[in-house]
Each structure stands twice: as C-alpha cells, then as structure tokens.
C-alpha cells in the first residue's frame, strides 16, 4: 500500500487509501465468488445480470468517481482507462485495476478542505459533495463485497475459509 504523504488535506489522502484497500478486498472475493461458481440473484438489473457484470459496473463505477471528481474540481483528466469489456473482464480485471488505482493516487493531492466541501450535481442528478462522492467511492466496493460474502456464505462457505 502505497504512502501517499504528499497530499494536502489528509481526509482525501485517508480516502484514496481506504479505496485502493476496498477495491483490492473486493477483487479478492470476488475471484473467490468465480472460482466457487457462485450465482447472483435473478434482478432485472443488467450490472447483476453476471459476476462478469457486477466486476465491470464496480470497476466502471470507480473509475466514474474520480473522473467526475477531477471534472468539478477542474483538475486535469487523470487518463485512467477504458473499463475492460464484459467479455474480456476475467483475463483483464487485475491489471486494470492496477492501472486504476494508479491513477487516483495523485489526483486529489492538492485539494484542500474546502474544495472538498463544493457540492455538485451527481451523474445520477443528486447534489454531492466531493467529500460525500469520495465516502461514497470508499463504500462502493465494500458493498458489493458484503454481498458476495454473503452469497458464499450461503452457497460456497469453505470459500471464506
């Protein structure tokens, strides 16, 4: 895990780490998801239609948040990639995410407390603080961790062991 001490405002810096810890918790469990053949729940939801889906949405979604992040905050592009397609995302997820969580290292280490206080219309049309979309990228991945935790629990415990 990276130090990352150059940042500004340590509430950021604590929440890029928290992040990077999350997502890599939750690509951990979800090869444990793939491995034990887990199925999701029947939904009409299209980012659960798989757990090739589901890795995509939680990879796409966090990509999402920082270059929406670095957009209000008119920051540079942080050049992170294009998500991996479906079909392709088993073979390609952990070298992205390497790349990934690469590139949301750096980008917020000037930002001081009060830029993380504006508040800005969401890409799904509620108002949020940049703070608040952080907490939320943080939350992301351990909530969909919890789920596949619990659907090995309930369909493949020895893959918890």
């Known amino acids: 895990m990276p130090e990352l001490e150059h940042y500004k405002y340590r509430g950021a810096r604590a929440l890029v780490l928290m992040h990077e810890q999350f997502m890599l918790d939750f690509l951990d469990i979800w ?18 239609k798989s757990l090739d889906h589901l890795l995509y949405h939680v990879l796409r979604a966090a990509r999402g948040y920082m270059t ?10 942080p ?7 479906v079909e ?20 917020l280490t000037q930002i001081n407390e009060q830029q993380m206080d504006a508040v800005h219309k969401a890409r799904w049309g509620v108002d949020m603080s940049i703070e608040s979309m952080l907490e939320h990228a943080v939350m992301h991945p351990l909530r969909h961790s919890f789920q596949l935790e619990e659907l090995l629990s309930d369909q493949a415990p020895e893959y918890l062991e």
């Open 31 to 48: 090869w444990a998801a793939k491995s034990a053949e887990i199925k999701l729940p029947p939904t009409n939801d299209d980012d659960y």
């Open 68 to 77: 929406w992040m670095c957009e209000k905050l008119n920051l540079p592009d």
């Open 79 to 85: 050049h992170i990639n294009e998500i991996p397609a």
């Open 88 to 107: 392709k995302i088993e073979d390609e997820c952990d070298e992205f995410l390497e790349h990934l969580l690469e590139k949301w290292r750096e980008p």
